[in-house]
């Protein structure tokens, strides 16, 4: 599968944002799909993942949805209430091989990252 994530941007905190997971090669209707970012310096963190359920950091829960849509094969990450620590490039994954949805280790397959940047 060849994943490619899309709608990353400029946007002021307080503001929303929707990114696309797009993939080809496999359908992602029943697999798992993450949703993790990295801010300059650090090192990447989960976000979001989606299976039977969602799951979602602490840190955005609340604030951010994921959501598939069959048809379109396209994972999604609506990001609502956007705080400047929000800053980051966001990558999704798919092809799970490890056993956590949070450990970016656990997937085989990564998109090339958006960034999304929220300014204060």
């Known amino acids: 599968v060849q994943l490619q994530a899309s709608g990353g941007g400029l946007v002021q905190a307080g503001g929303s944002l929707r990114l696309s997971c797009a993939a080809s090669?496999?359908?992602?209707?029943?697999?798992?799909v993450g949703w993790f970012r990295q801010a300059p310096g650090k090192e990447r963190e989960f976000v979001a993942a989606?299976?039977?359920?969602?799951y979602y950091a602490d840190s955005v829960k609340g604030r951010f949805t994921i959501s598939r849509d069959n048809a379109k094969n396209t994972v999604y990450l609506q990001m609502n209430s956007l705080r400047p620590e929000d800053t980051a490039v966001y990558y999704c994954?798919?092809?799970?091989?490890?056993?956590?949805?949070?450990?970016?280790?656990?997937?085989?397959?990564w998109g090339q990252g958006t960034l999304v940047t929220v300014s204060s």
């Open positions: 994954a798919a092809d799970l091989i490890g056993a956590r949805l949070s450990v970016s280790s656990s997937y085989n397959k």
């Open positions: 090669g496999r359908t992602l209707t029943t697999q798992a």
């Open positions: 989606i299976r039977e359920s969602a």
